[in-house]
């Protein structure tokens, strides 16, 4: 809890960026799919990097918070869920917040929240998970 331990944040950061980018890209073609035409592709990649800051935002001080980067985070399945799944809570409700605000877009309804919740906890923890398996064995 409150560390960084570079050897933890070699493993997972760029994947944990990649698995944020996916859940969003995934949220953007749900709403958005005309957006995914060729024409189209400078408005998706605005669209993208403004859904996905807030929650990157949110992820960088919820996975602080909550120790998603501490040297002992892969000592138990257990210890890597909670440090996942909560540092993913607190970044959902910092992006949620960030997106009522005018600098980004969306809002923050209640709906939202509890998809961004579970499926952004999803996508970081299969992330997580495959890389510590393949990682450790």
């Known amino acids: 809890m409150f560390e960084f331990d570079r050897r ?7 994947g944990d960026v990649l698995a944020v980018f996916a859940f969003v890209t995934v949220g953007e073609y749900q709403h958005n799919p005309f957006l995914f035409q060729p024409s189209q592709a400078g408005d998706l990649a605005v669209q993208l990097a ?10 960088l001080v919820g996975s602080w918070a ?16 909670g440090a996942t799944v909560g540092g993913w809570l ?39 998970v495959a890389a510590t398996t393949v990682l450790d064995s």
């Open 8 to 14: 933890t944040v070699r493993r997972f950061a760029a």
């Open 50 to 59: 403004g859904a996905a800051v807030p929650f990157l935002a949110g992820w």
């Open 66 to 81: 909550l120790g998603a980067y501490g040297g002992r985070v892969t000592d138990s399945w257990l210890r890597l869920g």
């Open 90 to 128: 607190v970044a959902d409700v910092i992006g949620q917040l960030l997106r009522s605000t005018a600098f980004f877009p969306g809002d923050a309804s209640p709906v939202f929240f509890a998809v961004t919740a579970t499926f952004g906890a999803l996508f970081l923890l299969a992330w997580r």
